[in-house]
């Protein structure tokens, strides 16, 4: 089984042309590591550029974001189906920095549904922002699977990724410890078996946060977990060939 890492470069970088660069280290890197199922997300302004440029098959596109609405009076905002029409298979739905903005559980549940619709596979992002001892956080992130998951069909569920990302733990060095992404995993695994039944088991989990060279091989043996989203790390062409290579190496 391949690992999926899924490369969330932001808003960054700063200029197309460094976009461009980054994209070609990224892209030799990538094509030295079979086991890896790359999946870059470039800001929206630059995914039509290097999707339509690159003719390779090892590195597939997402969107961060994408609009629920098919079209209309959105200024500002892209549909599912331009991002598609661009090259985007994946769309990040519902990442914290989108919640942060005021994206709530019930808009996320709108993507995902839209997601699917367009035959493309949304990455369902949750995670608490804060983790206290009562144990709140299992509420938060259960409420967010089943809002976000309340339409849809049993037939779709499997195509739905979920990416664990603890928020607290995002941008640093320090992931939360593979233990609890092992306990987290089976607590998300149980929600939605709980919704679906069986065939929640096919659905594919990842851990987000912080996860760079030297934490990705332990998160990746004890955390329960199929792959990673790599914000900062990613946008780093050295640390970010590391981090591949320990993957595909040591897998
Ligand atoms: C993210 O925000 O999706 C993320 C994984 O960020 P970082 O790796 O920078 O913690």
Redesign the pocket.
């Known amino acids: 089984m391949k690992t999926i890492v899924?490369a969330?470069w932001?808003m960054n970088p700063p200029t197309f042309r460094e976009a461009r660069k980054l994209f070609e280290a990224t892209k030799k890197t990538a094509e030295k590591c079979p086991k890896i199922s790359l999946i870059i997300a470039p800001p929206a302004i630059y995914l039509h550029a290097l999707a339509s440029n690159y003719r390779g098959k090892k590195i597939s596109f997402a969107t961060q974001n994408a609009h629920a609405e098919a079209n209309g009076a959105f200024t500002g905002e892209t549909s599912i189906a331009q991002a598609r029409d661009v090259g985007a298979e994946y769309v990040?739905v519902g990442?914290?920095?989108r919640r942060a903005m005021g994206e709530t559980n019930e808009a996320t549940g709108k993507k995902v549904s839209a997601v699917l619709a367009q035959k493309m596979t949304p990455i369902l992002?949750v995670g608490e922002t804060k983790r206290e001892s009562s144990g709140e956080y299992l509420d938060i992130v259960g409420e967010q699977l089943r809002t976000a998951l309340a339409d849809v069909a049993p037939a779709k569920i499997s195509k739905v990724i979920i990416?664990y990302?603890p928020v607290w733990?995002?941008?640093?060095e320090t992931t939360m410890s593979p233990r609890d992404m092992h306990s987290m995993a089976i607590f998300i695994r149980k929600t939605i078996v709980g919704i679906y039944g069986d065939i929640g088991h096919s659905v594919k989990i990842l851990y987000?946060?912080?996860?760079?060279e030297k934490n990705v091989l332990e998160m990746l043996r004890e955390g329960n977990v199929r792959g990673?989203?790599?914000?900062?790390?990613?946008t780093d062409p050295e640390r970010f060939a590391t981090l591949l290579k320990v993957i595909q190496n040591e897998t």
């Open positions: 899924v969330n932001k990040l990442h914290s920095e992002c990416a990302e733990a995002i941008g640093g987000g946060a912080s996860v760079g990673f989203i790599v914000g900062h790390v990613s």
